[in-house]
């Protein structure tokens, strides 16, 4: 499995969707013991509210990503990316270069 993303209009981070997300996957991340490189990432670009799951976190929260009208997509840059919930010691998660 890829990578997907998820990315949310304004209306829908007016009606707190973008949340809702974060914590339907906090809790399957804890049900399901994800393994260490199941990890959820925010977009650090201030003008779009866009999540993407590494491949791990893809295969866990599938459900959870066609429900939001996720995509399959190519591993964003590093650099552009912050954890949102993932093990604090992930490791080698393959990004793309920048």
């Not at 997300?21 to 994800?34: E, G, H, I, K, T």
Request: with cysteine.
């Amino acid at each position: 499995m890829g990578w997907y993303k998820i990315t949310f209009q304004p209306q829908d981070v007016s009606g707190g969707r973008h949340s809702t997300l974060c914590r339907q996957y906090d809790s399957l991340f804890a049900v399901v013991n994800a393994p260490v490189d199941a990890v959820m990432y925010a977009d650090t670009d201030p003008t779009v509210v866009r999540y993407y799951f590494s491949p791990a976190a893809a295969a866990i929260a599938i459900g959870l990503i066609r429900h939001y009208g996720g995509m399959e997509c190519s591993a964003p840059d590093r650099s552009s990316v912050t954890m949102v919930a993932g093990h604090a010691d992930a490791a080698d998660i393959p990004f793309r270069n920048p």
